[in-house]
Protein backbone atom coordinates (compact mmCIF):
# COMPACT_ATOMS: atom_id res chain seq x y z
CA UNK A 1 0.00 0.00 0.00
CA UNK A 2 1.51 3.19 -1.04
CA UNK A 3 0.46 5.31 1.97
CA UNK A 4 2.21 2.47 3.63
CA UNK A 5 5.54 2.76 1.97
CA UNK A 6 5.54 6.65 2.42
CA UNK A 7 4.30 6.32 6.40
CA UNK A 8 7.18 4.04 6.91
CA UNK A 9 9.37 7.15 6.31
CA UNK A 10 7.72 9.60 8.53
CA UNK A 11 10.23 11.19 10.90
CA UNK A 12 9.59 9.75 14.39
CA UNK A 13 7.98 12.79 15.63
CA UNK A 14 5.17 12.29 13.15
CA UNK A 15 5.01 8.89 13.31
CA UNK A 16 4.27 8.85 16.71
CA UNK A 17 1.45 11.40 17.15
CA UNK A 18 -2.04 9.32 18.06
CA UNK A 19 -3.93 11.35 14.83
CA UNK A 20 -5.11 9.60 12.47
CA UNK A 21 -6.15 7.11 14.82
CA UNK A 22 -5.99 4.19 12.20
CA UNK A 23 -2.68 4.13 9.98
CA UNK A 24 -3.20 0.90 8.48
CA UNK A 25 -5.57 1.58 5.58
CA UNK A 26 -7.80 4.94 5.37
CA UNK A 27 -10.99 5.27 7.09
CA UNK A 28 -13.79 7.32 7.06
CA UNK A 29 -16.98 8.79 9.08
CA UNK A 30 -16.34 7.63 12.47
CA UNK A 31 -19.18 6.13 14.53
CA UNK A 32 -18.52 5.57 17.99
CA UNK A 33 -20.36 3.51 20.54
CA UNK A 34 -19.58 3.02 24.40
CA UNK A 35 -19.96 -0.55 25.29
CA UNK A 36 -18.80 -2.52 28.50
CA UNK A 37 -16.23 -0.34 29.51
CA UNK A 38 -14.69 -0.15 25.73
CA UNK A 39 -15.34 2.66 22.74
CA UNK A 40 -16.49 0.67 19.51
CA UNK A 41 -15.56 2.82 16.20
CA UNK A 42 -17.41 1.59 13.14
CA UNK A 43 -15.95 3.40 9.66
CA UNK A 44 -16.34 3.25 5.85
CA UNK A 45 -12.90 2.03 4.25
CA UNK A 46 -11.54 4.28 1.80
CA UNK A 47 -10.08 1.96 -1.13
CA UNK A 48 -6.57 2.85 -1.88
CA UNK A 49 -5.75 5.32 -4.24
CA UNK A 50 -9.39 6.19 -4.95
CA UNK A 51 -11.07 9.21 -6.65
CA UNK A 52 -14.46 8.85 -5.68
CA UNK A 53 -16.30 7.23 -2.47
CA UNK A 54 -15.42 4.18 -3.89
CA UNK A 55 -15.87 2.16 -0.60
CA UNK A 56 -17.16 -1.76 -0.38
CA UNK A 57 -16.84 -2.77 3.20
CA UNK A 58 -17.33 -1.42 6.64
CA UNK A 59 -14.93 -1.92 9.57
CA UNK A 60 -14.98 -2.22 13.43
CA UNK A 61 -12.60 -0.88 15.64
CA UNK A 62 -12.60 -0.55 19.90
CA UNK A 63 -10.62 0.23 22.51
CA UNK A 64 -10.81 1.15 26.43
CA UNK A 65 -7.68 3.93 26.36
CA UNK A 66 -8.98 5.72 23.65
CA UNK A 67 -5.38 5.90 22.12
CA UNK A 68 -4.85 1.93 21.19
CA UNK A 69 -7.15 0.58 18.68
CA UNK A 70 -7.91 -3.23 18.39
CA UNK A 71 -8.66 -3.90 14.58
CA UNK A 72 -11.49 -5.97 14.50
CA UNK A 73 -11.88 -6.31 10.73
CA UNK A 74 -14.53 -6.07 8.07
CA UNK A 75 -17.44 -7.78 9.70
CA UNK A 76 -19.82 -5.62 7.26
CA UNK A 77 -19.99 -5.25 3.40
CA UNK A 78 -21.99 -4.84 0.46
CA UNK A 79 -22.04 -8.04 -0.30
CA UNK A 80 -24.07 -8.54 3.39
CA UNK A 81 -27.05 -6.86 1.27
CA UNK A 82 -27.91 -9.59 -1.93
CA UNK A 83 -29.92 -6.75 -2.90
CA UNK A 84 -26.94 -3.36 -3.00
CA UNK A 85 -24.33 -2.85 -5.80
CA UNK A 86 -22.24 -0.04 -4.35
CA UNK A 87 -21.95 2.54 -2.24
CA UNK A 88 -20.81 0.95 1.51
CA UNK A 89 -21.35 4.91 2.60
CA UNK A 90 -21.69 6.51 5.97
CA UNK A 91 -23.26 4.40 9.19
CA UNK A 92 -24.20 3.86 12.93
CA UNK A 93 -24.49 1.09 14.94
CA UNK A 94 -26.30 0.91 18.53
CA UNK A 95 -26.95 -1.46 21.00
CA UNK A 96 -30.52 -2.50 21.93
CA UNK A 97 -32.45 -5.78 23.15
CA UNK A 98 -29.02 -7.14 23.54
CA UNK A 99 -28.45 -6.92 19.82
CA UNK A 100 -26.34 -4.76 17.55
CA UNK A 101 -28.05 -3.03 14.65
CA UNK A 102 -26.05 -1.00 11.99
CA UNK A 103 -27.54 1.05 9.30
CA UNK A 104 -25.93 2.02 6.31
CA UNK A 105 -26.56 3.79 3.09
CA UNK A 106 -26.08 1.25 -0.14
CA UNK A 107 -26.99 1.37 -3.38
CA UNK A 108 -30.21 -0.18 -4.09
CA UNK A 109 -29.45 -2.57 -7.41
CA UNK A 110 -32.77 -2.94 -8.71
CA UNK A 111 -33.28 0.90 -8.28
CA UNK A 112 -30.36 2.77 -8.78
CA UNK A 113 -30.99 4.92 -5.89
CA UNK A 114 -29.39 5.07 -2.45
CA UNK A 115 -31.31 3.79 0.40
CA UNK A 116 -30.91 2.68 3.68
CA UNK A 117 -29.99 -1.03 4.94
CA UNK A 118 -30.20 -2.50 8.89
CA UNK A 119 -27.61 -5.31 9.63
CA UNK A 120 -27.89 -7.37 12.97
CA UNK A 121 -25.12 -8.89 15.14
CA UNK A 122 -25.25 -10.36 18.60
CA UNK A 123 -21.67 -9.22 19.50
CA UNK A 124 -20.46 -5.08 18.66
CA UNK A 125 -17.72 -6.97 16.72
CA UNK A 126 -20.40 -8.93 14.45
CA UNK A 127 -20.28 -10.91 12.38
CA UNK A 128 -23.53 -9.25 10.94
CA UNK A 129 -26.27 -10.06 8.55
CA UNK A 130 -29.02 -8.31 6.67
CA UNK A 131 -32.26 -7.74 9.08
CA UNK A 132 -34.27 -7.70 6.48
CA UNK A 133 -33.42 -8.90 3.16
CA UNK A 134 -34.86 -5.17 1.48
CA UNK A 135 -34.40 -1.51 2.63
CA UNK A 136 -35.69 -0.65 5.58
CA UNK A 137 -36.02 2.76 3.73
CA UNK A 138 -35.46 4.25 0.22
CA UNK A 139 -35.84 7.96 -0.86
CA UNK A 140 -32.74 8.33 -2.63
CA UNK A 141 -30.76 10.08 0.44
CA UNK A 142 -27.98 8.99 2.71
CA UNK A 143 -26.53 9.27 6.19
CA UNK A 144 -28.35 7.39 8.59
CA UNK A 145 -28.06 8.01 12.63
CA UNK A 146 -30.15 6.59 15.13
CA UNK A 147 -31.35 7.94 18.27
CA UNK A 148 -33.13 6.07 21.33
CA UNK A 149 -34.50 8.58 23.42
CA UNK A 150 -35.47 8.21 27.05
CA UNK A 151 -38.46 7.32 27.24
CA UNK A 152 -37.62 4.04 24.72
CA UNK A 153 -39.05 5.68 21.69
CA UNK A 154 -35.86 5.44 19.02
CA UNK A 155 -35.34 7.44 16.00
CA UNK A 156 -33.75 7.81 12.63
CA UNK A 157 -32.53 10.23 11.42
CA UNK A 158 -30.56 10.92 7.89
CA UNK A 159 -30.61 12.98 4.47
CA UNK A 160 -28.82 15.20 1.62
CA UNK A 161 -29.70 17.44 0.18
CA UNK A 162 -32.84 17.03 2.87
CA UNK A 163 -33.18 16.28 6.30
CA UNK A 164 -35.57 12.93 7.48
CA UNK A 165 -36.43 11.11 10.58
CA UNK A 166 -38.98 8.02 11.18
CA UNK A 167 -39.90 6.85 14.70
CA UNK A 168 -38.08 3.10 14.82
CA UNK A 169 -40.36 0.20 16.65
CA UNK A 170 -39.15 -1.48 19.25
CA UNK A 171 -37.75 -3.97 17.07
CA UNK A 172 -35.27 -1.67 15.71
CA UNK A 173 -36.11 -3.28 12.00
CA UNK A 174 -39.53 -1.66 11.38
CA UNK A 175 -40.97 1.94 11.66
CA UNK A 176 -44.22 3.60 12.50
CA UNK A 177 -45.88 6.27 10.12
CA UNK A 178 -44.42 8.08 7.33
CA UNK A 179 -40.79 9.47 7.35
CA UNK A 180 -41.39 12.98 7.84
CA UNK A 181 -39.08 15.65 6.59
CA UNK A 182 -37.87 18.61 8.64
CA UNK A 183 -37.75 21.67 7.45
CA UNK A 184 -34.64 23.24 6.72
CA UNK A 185 -34.86 26.87 7.79
CA UNK A 186 -31.96 29.39 8.30
CA UNK A 187 -33.19 29.86 11.99
CA UNK A 188 -32.79 26.19 12.49
CA UNK A 189 -29.57 25.27 10.67
CA UNK A 190 -28.20 28.19 9.74
CA UNK A 191 -27.61 30.53 6.62
CA UNK A 192 -25.46 29.61 3.25
CA UNK A 193 -24.71 31.92 0.79
CA UNK A 194 -24.28 31.52 -2.63
CA UNK A 195 -26.50 29.17 -3.50
CA UNK A 196 -30.01 29.61 -3.72
CA UNK A 197 -31.16 25.57 -3.96
CA UNK A 198 -29.15 24.84 -0.48
CA UNK A 199 -30.14 27.98 1.72
CA UNK A 200 -29.17 26.49 5.12
CA UNK A 201 -25.90 24.91 6.33
CA UNK A 202 -26.70 21.63 6.47
CA UNK A 203 -25.30 19.57 4.23
CA UNK A 204 -25.43 15.87 5.34
CA UNK A 205 -23.93 13.21 8.35
CA UNK A 206 -26.31 14.09 11.06
CA UNK A 207 -25.29 12.76 14.31
CA UNK A 208 -28.08 12.76 17.16
CA UNK A 209 -28.15 12.79 20.65
CA UNK A 210 -29.52 14.24 24.26
CA UNK A 211 -27.73 15.64 27.07
CA UNK A 212 -28.94 17.29 30.35
CA UNK A 213 -32.56 17.05 28.48
CA UNK A 214 -31.44 18.92 25.59
CA UNK A 215 -30.98 17.72 21.99
CA UNK A 216 -28.01 18.04 19.65
CA UNK A 217 -28.24 17.60 16.19
CA UNK A 218 -24.38 17.73 14.86
CA UNK A 219 -24.06 17.89 11.05
CA UNK A 220 -21.21 18.42 8.46
CA UNK A 221 -21.94 21.84 6.87
CA UNK A 222 -21.80 23.73 3.40
CA UNK A 223 -19.92 22.25 0.74
CA UNK A 224 -17.65 22.00 -0.48
CA UNK A 225 -15.37 22.08 2.03
CA UNK A 226 -17.18 21.16 4.80
CA UNK A 227 -17.34 22.14 8.17
CA UNK A 228 -18.66 20.46 11.60
CA UNK A 229 -21.78 22.74 12.69
CA UNK A 230 -24.98 21.87 15.64
CA UNK A 231 -28.28 22.73 16.40
CA UNK A 232 -30.27 22.32 19.19
CA UNK A 233 -34.00 21.40 20.66
CA UNK A 234 -36.24 20.73 23.12
CA UNK A 235 -37.67 17.84 21.57
CA UNK A 236 -36.39 14.87 19.19
CA UNK A 237 -38.18 16.02 16.55
CA UNK A 238 -37.55 20.10 16.66
CA UNK A 239 -37.93 22.76 16.69
CA UNK A 240 -34.27 23.05 16.08
CA UNK A 241 -32.06 25.80 16.65
CA UNK A 242 -28.76 26.89 15.09
CA UNK A 243 -26.08 27.10 17.40
CA UNK A 244 -22.77 27.96 15.61
CA UNK A 245 -19.63 26.01 14.12
CA UNK A 246 -17.40 23.23 16.51
CA UNK A 247 -14.67 22.31 14.17
CA UNK A 248 -13.99 25.16 10.91
CA UNK A 249 -12.72 23.73 7.80
CA UNK A 250 -9.35 21.99 7.95
CA UNK A 251 -7.85 19.20 7.24
CA UNK A 252 -6.97 18.05 3.80
CA UNK A 253 -10.51 16.43 2.73
CA UNK A 254 -13.23 18.10 1.55
CA UNK A 255 -15.78 16.09 3.50
CA UNK A 256 -15.68 15.96 7.38
CA UNK A 257 -18.21 13.57 9.60
CA UNK A 258 -19.05 13.97 13.32
CA UNK A 259 -19.37 11.35 16.30
CA UNK A 260 -19.99 12.46 19.40
CA UNK A 261 -19.93 10.77 23.17
CA UNK A 262 -19.23 10.46 26.62
CA UNK A 263 -16.75 8.02 27.85
CA UNK A 264 -15.36 7.20 31.12
CA UNK A 265 -16.09 10.86 32.52
CA UNK A 266 -14.69 12.58 28.90
CA UNK A 267 -16.47 13.99 26.12
CA UNK A 268 -14.76 13.07 22.56
CA UNK A 269 -15.29 14.26 19.21
CA UNK A 270 -14.75 12.08 16.26
CA UNK A 271 -14.19 13.13 12.89
CA UNK A 272 -12.22 12.72 9.75
CA UNK A 273 -9.29 14.47 7.59
CA UNK A 274 -6.86 13.65 4.83
CA UNK A 275 -3.65 13.49 6.96
CA UNK A 276 -2.13 10.43 5.80
CA UNK A 277 0.39 10.01 3.18
CA UNK A 278 -1.38 9.77 0.27
CA UNK A 279 -4.78 11.16 1.72
CA UNK A 280 -7.17 13.42 0.11
CA UNK A 281 -11.14 14.10 -0.26
CA UNK A 282 -11.49 10.58 -1.10
CA UNK A 283 -8.47 8.75 0.95
CA UNK A 284 -9.82 10.14 4.23
CA UNK A 285 -8.38 8.61 8.03
CA UNK A 286 -10.32 9.00 11.62
CA UNK A 287 -9.14 11.10 14.45
CA UNK A 288 -10.68 11.69 17.84
CA UNK A 289 -10.36 14.94 19.84
CA UNK A 290 -11.08 15.48 23.76
CA UNK A 291 -12.99 18.27 24.63
CA UNK A 292 -15.47 19.71 26.97
CA UNK A 293 -18.65 21.53 26.99
CA UNK A 294 -19.09 24.85 27.58
CA UNK A 295 -21.18 25.68 30.86
CA UNK A 296 -24.18 26.39 29.24
CA UNK A 297 -24.08 23.27 27.17
CA UNK A 298 -22.41 24.60 23.81
CA UNK A 299 -19.42 23.55 22.27
CA UNK A 300 -16.43 25.01 22.18
CA UNK A 301 -14.21 25.61 18.72
CA UNK A 302 -12.24 21.96 18.28
CA UNK A 303 -9.53 22.17 15.94
CA UNK A 304 -7.67 19.14 14.72
CA UNK A 305 -4.42 18.10 15.94
CA UNK A 306 -2.15 15.18 15.71
CA UNK A 307 -1.92 14.93 19.53
CA UNK A 308 -5.25 13.47 19.71
CA UNK A 309 -6.94 12.52 22.58
CA UNK A 310 -4.98 11.40 26.08
CA UNK A 311 -4.92 8.14 26.87
CA UNK A 312 -7.61 6.86 29.48
CA UNK A 313 -5.60 4.72 32.35
CA UNK A 314 -2.70 2.67 31.32
CA UNK A 315 -2.05 -0.53 28.65
CA UNK A 316 -1.46 -4.04 30.98
CA UNK A 317 1.76 -5.75 29.18
CA UNK A 318 1.05 -9.00 31.53
CA UNK A 319 -2.21 -10.16 29.70
CA UNK A 320 -2.65 -11.14 26.36
CA UNK A 321 -2.57 -8.42 23.88
CA UNK A 322 -3.43 -8.49 20.25
CA UNK A 323 -1.07 -7.39 17.79
CA UNK A 324 -3.64 -5.74 15.71
CA UNK A 325 -3.99 -3.29 19.22
CA UNK A 326 -2.16 -0.26 17.83
CA UNK A 327 -1.49 3.36 18.60
CA UNK A 328 0.92 3.89 15.93
CA UNK A 329 1.90 1.92 12.57
CA UNK A 330 4.15 2.22 10.58
CA UNK A 331 4.69 0.04 7.15
CA UNK A 332 2.61 -2.69 8.49
CA UNK A 333 -1.07 -4.00 7.60
CA UNK A 334 -3.57 -6.40 9.08
CA UNK A 335 -5.28 -9.53 8.07
CA UNK A 336 -8.11 -11.66 9.01
CA UNK A 337 -5.79 -14.85 11.29
CA UNK A 338 -6.18 -18.26 10.45
CA UNK A 339 -6.43 -18.44 14.37
CA UNK A 340 -9.53 -16.42 14.76
CA UNK A 341 -9.30 -12.82 14.93
CA UNK A 342 -6.75 -10.54 12.99
CA UNK A 343 -2.97 -10.54 12.68
CA UNK A 344 -0.24 -7.84 11.68
CA UNK A 345 1.19 -8.88 8.27
CA UNK A 346 3.12 -7.26 5.51
CA UNK A 347 5.72 -6.77 7.69
CA UNK A 348 9.02 -5.26 5.98
CA UNK A 349 12.80 -4.22 7.72
CA UNK A 350 12.09 -1.32 9.99
CA UNK A 351 8.50 -1.56 9.74
CA UNK A 352 7.17 -0.90 13.24
CA UNK A 353 4.07 -1.16 15.92
CA UNK A 354 3.74 1.10 18.86
CA UNK A 355 1.64 0.63 21.66
CA UNK A 356 1.34 3.74 24.02
CA UNK A 357 1.16 3.76 27.93
CA UNK A 358 2.54 0.12 28.75
CA UNK A 359 2.39 -0.25 32.28
CA UNK A 360 5.71 -2.44 32.78
CA UNK A 361 5.28 -1.73 36.76
CA UNK A 362 8.37 -3.11 38.95
CA UNK A 363 9.84 -4.91 35.75
CA UNK A 364 9.52 -7.38 32.91
CA UNK A 365 11.68 -10.86 32.88
CA UNK A 366 10.57 -12.05 29.43
CA UNK A 367 7.93 -11.50 25.94
CA UNK A 368 6.32 -14.29 24.30
CA UNK A 369 4.48 -13.83 20.76
CA UNK A 370 2.90 -15.91 18.76
CA UNK A 371 4.05 -15.55 14.79
CA UNK A 372 4.09 -17.30 11.51
CA UNK A 373 6.72 -16.47 8.84
CA UNK A 374 6.91 -18.15 4.93
CA UNK A 375 10.01 -16.84 4.57
CA UNK A 376 13.33 -16.53 6.40
CA UNK A 377 11.59 -14.78 9.72
CA UNK A 378 13.39 -12.13 11.48
CA UNK A 379 13.46 -10.01 14.54
CA UNK A 380 11.18 -8.55 16.88
CA UNK A 381 12.95 -5.61 18.92
CA UNK A 382 11.54 -4.38 21.95
CA UNK A 383 12.19 -0.49 22.49
CA UNK A 384 10.90 2.14 24.51
CA UNK A 385 9.97 5.70 23.55
CA UNK A 386 10.87 5.16 19.78
CA UNK A 387 11.38 3.42 17.29
CA UNK A 388 15.32 3.51 18.13
CA UNK A 389 14.72 3.97 21.69
CA UNK A 390 16.05 2.10 24.63
CA UNK A 391 16.29 -1.74 23.44
CA UNK A 392 15.26 -4.27 26.12
CA UNK A 393 15.06 -7.45 24.91
CA UNK A 394 14.92 -9.19 20.58
CA UNK A 395 13.28 -12.17 19.90
CA UNK A 396 14.22 -14.15 17.04
CA UNK A 397 11.53 -15.25 14.99
CA UNK A 398 12.37 -18.57 12.71
CA UNK A 399 10.98 -19.60 9.56
CA UNK A 400 7.63 -22.03 9.90
CA UNK A 401 6.88 -22.81 6.58
CA UNK A 402 3.68 -20.45 5.90
CA UNK A 403 1.86 -17.34 6.60
CA UNK A 404 -0.59 -18.95 8.70
CA UNK A 405 1.14 -21.81 10.27
CA UNK A 406 1.72 -20.66 13.73
CA UNK A 407 4.24 -20.72 16.38
CA UNK A 408 5.36 -19.06 19.49
CA UNK A 409 8.86 -17.56 20.36
CA UNK A 410 9.85 -16.41 23.63
CA UNK A 411 12.92 -14.08 24.94
CA UNK A 412 14.49 -12.54 27.92
CA UNK A 413 13.87 -8.69 28.43
CA UNK A 414 15.78 -6.38 30.76
CA UNK A 415 15.02 -2.90 31.58
CA UNK A 416 11.46 -2.51 31.31
CA UNK A 417 10.32 -0.94 33.91
CA UNK A 418 7.33 1.80 34.95
CA UNK A 419 5.05 2.95 32.30
CA UNK A 420 6.46 3.64 28.07
CA UNK A 421 5.45 3.62 25.52
CA UNK A 422 6.56 0.63 23.67
CA UNK A 423 7.89 0.07 19.64
CA UNK A 424 8.05 -3.64 18.30
CA UNK A 425 10.34 -2.62 16.45
CA UNK A 426 10.51 -5.59 12.87
CA UNK A 427 13.96 -5.71 11.19
CA UNK A 428 15.50 -9.08 8.88
CA UNK A 429 16.22 -9.23 5.54
CA UNK A 430 14.53 -8.27 2.39
CA UNK A 431 10.91 -8.42 1.59
CA UNK A 432 8.13 -9.31 3.95
CA UNK A 433 9.63 -10.95 7.55
CA UNK A 434 6.71 -12.75 9.29
CA UNK A 435 3.47 -12.26 10.72
CA UNK A 436 2.88 -11.47 14.60
CA UNK A 437 -0.47 -12.42 16.18
CA UNK A 438 -0.53 -11.77 19.95
CA UNK A 439 1.97 -11.03 22.42
CA UNK A 440 2.46 -10.83 26.46
CA UNK A 441 5.10 -9.66 28.23
CA UNK A 442 5.72 -11.79 31.90
CA UNK A 443 6.57 -9.71 34.55
CA UNK A 444 10.01 -10.54 37.40
CA UNK A 445 9.28 -13.08 39.54
CA UNK A 446 6.27 -14.57 37.15
CA UNK A 447 3.73 -12.38 38.78
CA UNK A 448 1.50 -11.85 36.15
CA UNK A 449 -1.49 -10.21 36.16
CA UNK A 450 -2.56 -6.17 36.37
CA UNK A 451 0.68 -4.09 38.29
CA UNK A 452 -2.13 -1.31 38.57
CA UNK A 453 -3.27 -1.00 34.48
CA UNK A 454 -6.04 -1.17 32.54
CA UNK A 455 -6.62 -4.01 30.40
CA UNK A 456 -6.59 -3.18 26.88
Request: with cysteine; hydrophobic share 35%; net charge negative.
Amino acid sequence: MALLCVAAALSPGVARADNPIIQTIYTADPAPLVHNGRVYLYTGHDEDGSTYFTMKEWRVWSSSDMVNWTDHGSPLSLSTFGWASADAWAGQAVFRNGRFYWYVPVKNRATGRMAIGVAVGDSPTGPFRDALGRPLVENGEIDPTVFIDDDGQAYMYWGNPNLWYVRLNPDMISYSGAPTQIPLTTAGFGTRTGNPSRPTLYEEGPWVYKRNGLYYMVFAAACCSEFIAYSTAPGPTGPWTYRGTIMPTQGGSFTNHPGVIDFNGGSYFFYHNGALPGGGGFTRSVAVEKFAYNANGTFPTINMTTAGAPQVGTLNPYVRQEAETIAWASGVETETSGEGGMNVGWIENGDYVKVKGVAFGAGAASFTARVASAAGGGRIELRLGGPTGTLVGTCDVPGTGGWQTWTTVSCPVNGATGTHDLYLRFTGASGYLFNVNWWQFNAAGGRNGSPGAADE
